[in-house]
């Protein structure tokens, strides 16, 4: 039995108390006797969402001595308020308890930098593992085996049912729904999410005409009543009469038609896009990651990769799918396409020569165009030189990951909070749902100006025109609602934020970066191919850092942090690779392991002259306090 270190949980905590128990308050000792993977988790993050995907099987495998324990620590203001938990809980078919946690006070106590975070406590209330970041349930996995037989040899080991109570389920003709689109016929289509189908409505807006899938989680190709989606968002017209629809967690493009040929895949396996895969070819042959919009602009038709943080493009006449856009490092950088960095893009529009991007993590109103395109009004951060690569990336709203709010006025210092959806409005100006504002915001490019259309909208997701009418899927009210489009514009109070983590105080000078990664048991590093690890270290401002910044092999780097700036954020993106470590295996299984942190820090005298970051394994600092 492999030995491990043992370091006590601490007690989990939030004052937002529990869902999912039927009304229990849990603590650690109600959990004794269980494998626990806690999971501090966020609803904004795609890899928080990808990582609640991959906890579902092994929850399933291993029911009767596995808790899985969410945590939900936010990011955005809106994803405190205890309403928005509850929602988010039931979007994403969350089937185990979920600790509410608004004040970050486990999170604090766990020692926890990223988004998502999963912990393993054994059976006796030791935390025995931690991972950053997606790609690890085959590693905890292969921990929980080990825990199950150590613990039944002992006889600490509890099976029998764990503490989900399923909520009562409520009747809507949609629950939590995602886009919408004006078909040609005047009807409505909407993605029901979280009930993995398409809606067609009258152009009330409430009436059902049809349902597009049987409502049941699948990837399954066929007649409109057996098709299956897994959590669908973007939907799109193609040129031949089909409409293209982003289904989000299979990690696909679908085509339906309307005419009755049924529902049909366009691009993706299946399967989840990571490091090192291709990045284009035969559209059926390359992996995808989270597609959630899509939009028909240039004769392709773009995708809003938001697993990634780029735009993929699918052109149909070749049967091809290609990165656009982005390198899928996360943050705010404009220029040229191939070197602009986005964070989760959840919304499209096309208007004339340029693609508007709803940006959500950065709370940014972006768009793309040819080379040679005008400026914009917002501080991108590009030099906008177009660099051959055919399309420049800009930026009309947002400065970064970490400011967010609702300020009208100048572009330059207007403030969203995650927008998932954007439409062009025929006045060439552009409408935002402004998701965790509760808002719709108008941007208008001639005179650089952010308003607000209308407030007291619940989460809206996505809107489309209608006459002169515009129709917003308000996603947590489950309907649409139609508004007319307002002369003047609503006027609000300015409310400016930054995200409520705590910066990490550093020391001046040098600082010593540690990346933790300890191969899972049976594994070691694959370095068949070259180096197994990956380091990526940058910053905003880029003055932050006088030396370090770049890219390496090694998981570990001295950083000298510039005189003069005292705050900042680091952004730091690992990768490490292993594979089975037997011999006898002809075919190893091998596994890629990343996760990117932004951390935001703050230099003084007496902060920290090392920064550890946990990839997997245990830091020699500790993750929690012995107890």
Known sequence: MTKRARVRAPELVGKGGWLNTGGKELTLADLRGKCVIVDFWTFCCINCLHVIDELRELEERHRDTVVV?????????????????????????????????????TWKQYAVRAWPTLVVIDPEGYVVAQHAGEGHVHAIEKLVAELEAEHEAKGTLRRGDGPYVPPEPEPTDLRFPGKALVLPSGNLLVTDTTRHRLVELEPDGETVVRRIGDGTRGLADGPEEKARFNEPQGLALLPDGRVAVADTVNHALR????????????????????????????????????????????????????????????DPAAGTVSVAAGTTNEGLVDGPADQAWFAQPSGLAAAGDRLWVADSETS?????????????????????????????????????????????????????????????????????????????????????EVTTLA?????????VLVEDDIVV????????????????????????????????????????????????????????????????????????????????????????????????VLHVSAMAASCDDDPATEYPACHVHQQDW??????????????????AGLDGGGAAREG
């Open 69 to 105: 324990v969410g945590v939900h620590s936010p990011k955005f203001v809106h994803e405190a308020e205890h309403r928005a938990v509850v929602d988010a809980v039931e979007r994403y078919e969350v089937h185990h308890p979920v600790l509410d946690d608004p004040e970050l006070a």
């Open 255 to 314: 085509a339906w038609d309307p005419d009755g040929g049924g529902v049909t895949t366009l691009a993706g396996t299946g399967r989840q896009w990571w490091q090192g895969s291709p990045v284009s070819g035969p559209a059926r042959e390359v992996d995808l990651s989270s597609p959630w919009d899509v939009a028909w602009w240039e004769g392709r038709l773009w995708i809003a990769m938001a697993g990634v943080h780029q735009l993929w493009a699918y």
């Open 364 to 448: 940014a109103l972006r768009w793309i165009e040819r080379d040679g395109g005008g400026e914009g009004s917002g501080d991108g951060g590009g030099d906008g030189d177009g660099g051959g690569t055919g399309f420049t990336v800009r930026t009309a709203v947002g400065t970064g990951l970490f400011d967010f709010g609702h300020r009208d006025g100048a572009a330059g210092q207007a403030l969203l909070q995650h927008p998932l959806g954007v439409t062009a409005l025929p006045d060439g100006s552009v409408a935002v749902c402004d998701t965790y504002n509760h808002a719709l915001r108008r941007y208008d490019p001639a005179v650089g």
């Open 455 to 463: 407030t007291d909208l619940r989460e809206p997701s996505d809107a």
């Open 473 to 568: 899927v308000e996603s947590a009210r489950h309907r649409l609602t139609r508004l007319r489009l307002p002369e003047e514009a609503v006027r609000v109070e300015s409310v400016a934020h930054r995200t409520r983590r705590e910066a990490t105080e550093v020391a001046p000078g040098t600082l010593r970066l540690d990346v933790v990664f300890q191969a899972p048991p049976g594994q070691k590093l694959d370095t068949r191919y070259g180096p197994a690890t990956r380091l990526l270290v940058d910053s905003t401002p880029p003055e932050l850092l006088a030396d370090g910044a770049g890219r390496g092999t090694d998981l570990s780097r001295e950083l000298v942090l510039a005189d003069g700036v005292t705050e900042g």
């Open 598 to 615: 932004g951390v935001p820090v703050r230099v003084t005298a007496d902060g920290a002259s090392r920064l550890p970051l946990v990839l």
